[in-house]
């Protein structure tokens, strides 16, 4: 009797580990199925991704992107002014300051140029120091002493060019050394400034520079090639 039950066991046994034999080996072969499919799957997500391109490459969007526009700087104004009191540092620091940030400025067709907007507030931190300026018809020591000759030279330079229309412009309470009465134009951030806007069909830039003996303003119209 105990002879038939272990063979009944055995069998048993046998019969179970065919089937997990069977279990495992089918898995195997549909897992090896599943990546095929994912495999394949990819590939035509990349063909398709390829395709998109070469539609977005002959698209009338990508042909109707514009080329980018080169311009003839062509000088249209320029102006100069002397620089009397050459041996104040401080005056020389300030004009070099102010030329260096108004240089390369553009003012697009139909735009407004603000010579205080585009100079910004003379301030210590950003290397002003004083030097004379005028207030109330009397010489004094100011921060950013030195910017109201720039902004003469500008005006003047502004002056030959007829498109260019003066929006704002403040004489001195007092004459000033480096260009005659009538031509100067006071500044004084937040509350004299220097404006004109460009009534031309082209963008206008002004290039500022300076010496220890003068400042000079130019202004180019940009004409497109």
């Known amino acids: 009797m105990k002879k038939y039950i272990w063979l009944f066991i055995i ?21 090896g199925s599943g990546y095929n499919a994912s495999k394949s799957g990819s590939n035509i997500s ?7 391109n070469n ?8 042909k109707n992107v ?7 700087e062509q000088e249209v104004a320029s102006y100069s002014t002397v620089i009397k009191n050459k041996k104040d540092s401080n005056r020389q620091q300030n004009i070099t300051l102010t030329c260096s940030s108004l240089n390369g400025t553009e003012i697009k067709p139909g735009n407004t140029f603000s010579f205080c907007d ?24 100011g921060l950013g002493g030195g910017n109201c000759q ?15 229309e003066i929006v704002e412009r403040h004489p001195h309470s007092a004459d000033v050394p480096y260009i005659e009465k009538g ?24 290039y500022a ?3 220890p003996d003068d400042i000079t303003i130019k202004i180019v119209k940009l004409i497109p090639q």
């Open 55 to 62: 539609v977005d490459d002959n698209s009338n969007v990508s």
């Open 11 to 31: 069998l048993c046994i046998l019969v179970a580990g065919g089937f997990i034999f069977y279990f495992l080996s089918n898995k195997k072969d549909n897992s």
């Open 118 to 141: 585009t100079v910004g507030k003379a301030t210590p931190d950003r290397g002003y120091l004083e030097a004379n300026i005028i207030v109330d018809g009397i010489e004094e020591k």
């Open 66 to 72: 514009p080329s980018p526009v080169s311009f003839v």
């Open 150 to 164: 720039i902004s003469s030279t500008l005006y003047n330079a502004v002056l030959a060019f007829p498109e260019l």
């Open 183 to 206: 031509k100067d134009a006071a500044v004084s951030y937040g509350t004299h400034d220097f404006k004109f806007k460009n009534n031309s069909d082209s963008s206008v830039k002004i």
């Open 209 to 211: 520079s300076n010496t």
């Open 46 to 52: 990349i063909n398709h991704n390829e395709n998109a």
